[in-house]
């Protein structure tokens, strides 16, 4: 802000703030003292707003970031609102970029300190919550100016309901919606500054799409992300009150929206529409009545806008309606459709289901700023004082942020998090990414981890403990723990444990869900949902999730309902239907899962330890002259390419430590027993052979061999099993390799068949002899393992039996590049030392024959010792 103030400083003579600044370089020079005067007796029409807003544009285009916003600061502390009026929408457009993603704007979301330090700190500067851009909509705020935005650039579920005149349930769209005049475009919301802005911040989150090139920019240094954290820290302060508004004149207050009166019918979720308006209407003069509820009024916008722009995706009633086994029959014959709509159109039922649902997936930036709103609300939230954190201690005394903290996450929050995690579950990729999805959830799951008393903990176990003062937020967000694991569970099922990444993601839900005394309370949830209920009142939960909206936006929240039986029924219905069916998290149908994870849980460890096994065999037993292309290479197959192959012992060693500690965790939390997973582990045959390799995939015998079954095929496919894959054919007919030189190769085929062919009968002569002799032709001219190869194959033993192979010469190898490569390099290091090609290469052969000796001994020992 030095820079800024300075420049306000020089540009304090009116004189000179009209000379310089605002007039366009193509304005002649002898007229620039008098061009607002003459322009406005030339044109009566043109005011000073408009000219205004033309200097700004040409500026935008003309001038470099930093003189912009220094003169943005200047008409911003000069400039009545009058003036500011007309440039506001622009400018707001110019910083956010526009609804429809054509226009970036400052890009806040690829802006980063480290990579343009000084347009970073100008932009950090002028957004700041207490800088030059809150300034201009706090003096337009006082002036009660209004400005419209489309309601097509709304979530869908809002923009469905307003453009069939169904009131949505969040107050933030009460008495704002503008019919179209005669021949005008679409709906309208008349929003004041406040609102007008937070809208173009929190939906740039979503329309800005990232610019091909910054897909590896870490979110939580970008200017947006640092922006929502500090706008949340302002707004929603865990110490002290809200700072009060940037006045435009001293002691000049700050009023909230003033009322308007409804210009469309409308009908609510649940309400009569006649009731609800007369509510509005009275709140809305109660919020300018009371002067208490300045305080908290754009603390209330802030979080009802970042919530209805980030997570109101998905309609509640849609969501209900997609639980019934018909609806998801209906949505399977949809999706079948869609694969065949050009040749035959779908069903209008299956139309109007499509209109339904939106097609919004949420990218992991959205997710990590939710989680991020979600962290800071529940600090929010924790820091209540003691004597206030119980709802039957409220009285009229409390102070409306008190009442607003105690109530912004249930009232704002829960539902439409939860609708967003269902998806989330539901729809997001298979793959690591989930693991930002997977910690917004469990930071949702634990207010405690942001409970001002979590920094005077111990480190002991006991400290560790969740307090059963959380209970009732247990209780009251049952649905999240409860359904929500389900979710993980089968997504778990389906993924490859053996990856470092996936078995992480396992052992973070694991850990969390076994902290001491958390299960108990969820248990005891569960419990009070499942008791019998003689009479429950028709919709009674509705007064948990729609409270009425007189005085302030939280004043009249519903007295507390002392039987938490009750409480819990009602979270419960609310999101899923008076006729959903709840599946106990410790029945016996989720402990069903739970095994079936803890035995993918073992197979994924000894596969993990089949992987480094045999790495290090291939990497200890590779004989040395290998690497000089005097041995063959293996040309078998291996496990699948995965995490594992690419970061080597190091995550062998955590994948195992994360199943090992998820595996402990999930037989606490379930209280599985010893035996029950030894004798699970041998049902799905997950012990090793003698070997101490892994079984071949679950399979029968057929006919023409074996087949695999459909437990075999979820083995193959997630890694957890193979096949020992190996080349059973003619070594010398194998296919020219990526490391060889075809042309050579061939050349060396036909050299080497030629030489087999000539000299077949001393050759066979030759191996047969049982001395030394013998036993080095053989080590040269036989193929090594031929014997012992099984052959796995029904059709190629009777082949292979009808074509027995004799000694035969190779050449192929010296067809490589790494034999010829390395030949040169010998050749280069003898001449070094002044040794002539001609000795080099009797060097080379008596080292080879050598080493050949060495060779036939050792193997001739070797079978001696078999026998």
């Given amino acids: 802000m030095t820079t800024f103030r300075r420049g306000v400083a020089e540009w304090r003579s009116p004189s000179l703030r009209r000379a310089t600044l605002w007039v366009p370089q193509w304005f002649p020079k002898v007229a620039v003292f008098n061009v607002p005067q003459e322009a406005a007796m030339a044109f009566p029409h043109l005011q000073q707003p408009s000219f205004l807003l033309a200097s700004l544009k040409a500026d935008s285009v003309n001038k470099p970031f930093a003189q912009r916003c220094q003169d943005l600061v200047k008409v911003i502390e000069d400039f009545p609102a009058k003036e500011l009026h007309a440039i506001f929408p622009w400018l707001v457009e110019s910083i956010f970029g526009s609804l429809d993603g054509v226009l970036v704007g400052w890009n806040l979301r690829c802006l980063q300190g480290r990579v343009s330090p000084v347009e970073y700190s100008i932009a950090m500067e002028f957004l700041d919550p207490g800088g030059p851009m809150m300034k201009l909509v706090y003096k337009l705020q006082a002036e009660d100016y209004k400005f419209d935005f489309p309601v097509s650039y709304l979530p869908g579920p809002v923009k469905a309901s307003i ?57 939580s240094d970008c200017a947006y992300f ?73 603390s209330e916008t802030l979080l009802q806008v970042f919530v209805e722009m980030w997570l109101h995706h998905y309609s509640l009633e849609m969501y209900q309606k997609m639980q019934s086994p018909h609806a998801k029959l209906e949505v399977l014959h949809y999706r079948l459709s869609v694969s065949s709509a050009l040749h035959s159109p779908a069903q209008p039922s299956l139309q109007a289901l499509h209109a339904y649902q939106e097609s919004f997936t949420p990218t992991e930036e959205h997710v990590l700023v939710v989680r991020l709103l979600l962290k800071h609300l529940h600090a929010f939230s924790n820091s209540l004082k003691p004597e206030q954190v119980s709802p039957s201690t409220h009285s009229h005394a409390t102070s409306p942020l008190e009442e607003f903290k105690r109530a912004a996450v249930p009232r704002f929050v829960q539902q439409k998090l939860y609708l967003f995690l269902q998806h989330c579950f539901g729809h997001w990729p298979l793959d690591a990414s989930f693991r930002a999805v997977l910690e917004m959830w469990l930071s949702y799951l634990q207010p405690w981890r942001y409970a001002p008393e979590k920094q005077a903990q111990s480190s002991d176990c006991q400290a560790r403990c969740v307090s059963e003062r959380w209970a009732p937020f247990v209780q009251e967000n049952l649905l999240m723990y409860t359904k929500l694991f389900v979710g993980f569970l089968s997504r778990a099922l389906r993924t490859d444990l053996v990856s470092p990444k996936n078995a992480l993601m396992v052992f973070r839900v694991a850990k969390v869900f076994a902290q001491p005394n958390l299960a108990e309370m969820i248990q005891k949830g569960e419990q009070l949902f499942l008791e019998p209920e003689l009479v429950i009142p028709h919709r009674q939960h509705r007064l948990f999730t729609a409270p009425t909206f007189t005085g302030s936006f939280l004043s009249s929240w519903p007295p507390a309902v002392t039987d938490a039986s009750f409480k819990v029924k009602s979270h419960v219905y609310s999101l899923e239907g008076q006729d959903c069916k709840y599946t106990p998290m410790f029945g016996p149908e989720v402990r069903t899962l739970v095994l079936r994870l803890a035995q993918l849980i073992t197979q994924a460890k000894q596969t993990a ?18 690497w000089l292309g005097f041995c063959s290479t293996d040309t078998n197959g291996s496990y699948a390419a995965n995490d594992l192959d690419e970061m080597g012992q190091d995550s062998v060693r955590k994948t195992d430590e994360y199943l090992e500690k998820a595996l402990e965790y999930l037989c606490q939390m379930f209280r599985l027993s010893e035996a029950q997973l030894t004798q699970l582990t041998l049902a799905l045959g997950t012990t090793q ?179």
């Fill in 163 to 219: 453009q069939e005149r169904v009131l949505p349930d969040s107050p933030l769209y009460h008495n704002k919606v503008q019919f179209p005049p005669t021949g005008g475009l679409g709906l309208n919301l008349a929003l004041n500054p406040f609102e007008y802005y937070m809208f173009f911040f929190a939906l740039s989150l979503i329309t800005q799409k990232p610019l091909p090139g910054t897909l590896h920019i870490r979110t």
């Fill in 689 to 867: 052979d003698e070997n101490g390799k892994k079984q071949l995939p679950d399979c029968v015998v057929g006919e023409d061999g074996l087949i695999l079954t459909p437990l075999g095929r979820y083995q193959i496919i997630n890694g957890l099993r193979r096949f020992d894959i190996e080349y059973q054919g003619d070594s010398e007919l194998q296919p020219i390799r990526s490391y060889e030189i075809a042309s050579l190769v061939r050349v060396l085929f036909r050299l080497s068949s030629a030489i087999n062919r000539r000299f077949a009968g001393p050759m066979a002569a030759l191996c047969s002899r049982a001395d030394f002799l013998g036993s080095f032709c053989r080590y040269h001219l036989t193929e090594p393992g031929l014997a012992d190869r099984h052959l796995l194959s029904p059709v190629a033993r009777g082949c292979a039996a009808r074509r027995p192979r004799g000694p035969r010469l190779s050449l192929r190898f010296l067809g490589s590049y790494r034999t010829l490569l390395s030949l040169l390099l010998a050749f280069f290091v003898a001449s070094l030392f002044c040794i002539g090609p001609l000795p080099c290469a009797l060097l080379l052969v008596l080292g080879y024959l050598l080493y050949a000796v060495a060779m036939t001994l050792l193997t001739e020992r070797s079978k001696l010792h078999h026998l």
């Fill in 609 to 626: 330890k089949s992987i480094s096994d045999q790495c290090g065999e291939s990497t200890a037993g590779r004989p040395f002259l290998s």
């Fill in 226 to 298: 640092i922006l929502v954290d500090r706008y949340l820290s302002w707004f929603l302060p865990t110490e002290g009150s809200v700072l009060p508004a940037l006045s435009s004149s001293p002691g000049g207050p700050n009023p909230s929206p003033a009322p308007r009166t409804p210009t469309m019918p409308f009908a609510s979720y649940g309400l009569h529409h006649t009731s609800l308006l007369k509510r509005h209407i009275s709140h809305q003069t109660s919020v300018n009545a009371d002067p208490a509820s300045h305080e908290i009024w754009r």
